[in-house]
């Protein structure tokens, strides 16, 4: 099946800080999706993106599917925005997701 | 209202017991998917369904059962629990999309948290 990496595993942030987060994936992939859990643990979409780029906000997140990768931008963070961010990714007419690891995300007043 | 709900949100179970976990939506999405999240192993995938006579095996089905009584919703049940089975346990709705292209992006449940002692 399909590996998802995402890194770091870790981030602590000050509020307005920006970051990246990096999900890699080991197969060519029609699908995928970036998610947050909260810390009440509600799994949130962010975005779908195969491929390409979207903006919602202070996020914005890239996929290079020639390449295997998707970034995910979180600008001007804020504390709200804390939890942990998972990518998943699937493949085929009929995809299931595979999920990665997740990031955890703390950022602090 | 909550578009995909589950029920109980809370569960203590003793080994050996039979526990069914319900999920129930209003989206009017065909495709249901069960999936359980341990710490520090993302999400798994224990079953899905892409319509209501449609059934298929996850990653890791052993243990498990499910019943999709009607488009809106899909049962999760463990005929015998055991320890190792505790964990949060998700439903997930998607859709193929109807603006175009192909989305289905998937909307989560709030979860179950379930212990078996």
């Known amino acids: 099946g399909i590996q998802v990496e995402q890194s770091p595993p870790d981030l602590i942030l000050q509020e307005g800080a920006n970051s990246t987060l990096r999900c890699n994936f080991s197969?060519?992939?029609?699908?995928l999706q970036w998610f947050h859990q909260n810390p009440w643990g509600q799994l949130i979409n962010l975005f779908y993106?195969?491929?390409g780029t979207k903006q919602n906000g202070r996020l914005s997140a890239t996929t290079v599917a020639t390449e295997r990768y998707s970034l995910l931008y979180i600008s001007s963070s804020q504390t709200t925005d804390s939890g942990v961010y998972f990518c998943?990714?699937?493949?085929?007419?009929?995809?299931?997701?595979?999920f990665g690891k997740g990031i955890t995300l703390s950022v602090r007043p | 209202d909550a578009d995909v709900t589950q029920t109980p949100r809370n569960r203590i179970t003793k080994t050996g017991k039979r526990i069914m976990l319900e999920c129930s939506q209003t989206?009017?999405?065909?495709?249901m998917y069960w999936y359980r999240q341990d710490p520090g192993l993302g999400l798994r995938l224990i079953y899905y369904?892409?319509?209501?006579?449609?059934?298929n095996k996850g990653e890791i089905s052993d243990g498990y059962s499910v019943s999709r009584q009607a488009q809106a919703k899909f049962s999760l049940s463990l005929e015998s629990a055991i320890p190792n089975q505790t964990a949060l346990y998700f439903c997930?709705?998607?859709?193929?999309?109807?603006?175009?292209?192909?989305?289905?992006?998937?909307?989560f449940g709030p979860g179950t948290r379930l212990t078996v002692l």
């Open positions: 197969d060519s992939v029609n699908n």
């Open positions: 369904s892409f319509d209501v006579k449609d059934i």
């Open positions: 998943a990714v699937g493949r085929g007419a009929n995809s299931k997701l595979t």
């Open positions: 997930a709705t998607s859709d193929l999309g109807t603006s175009g292209g192909f989305t289905d992006t998937q909307y």
């Open positions: 993106i195969p491929s």
């Open positions: 989206k009017g999405h065909d495709r």
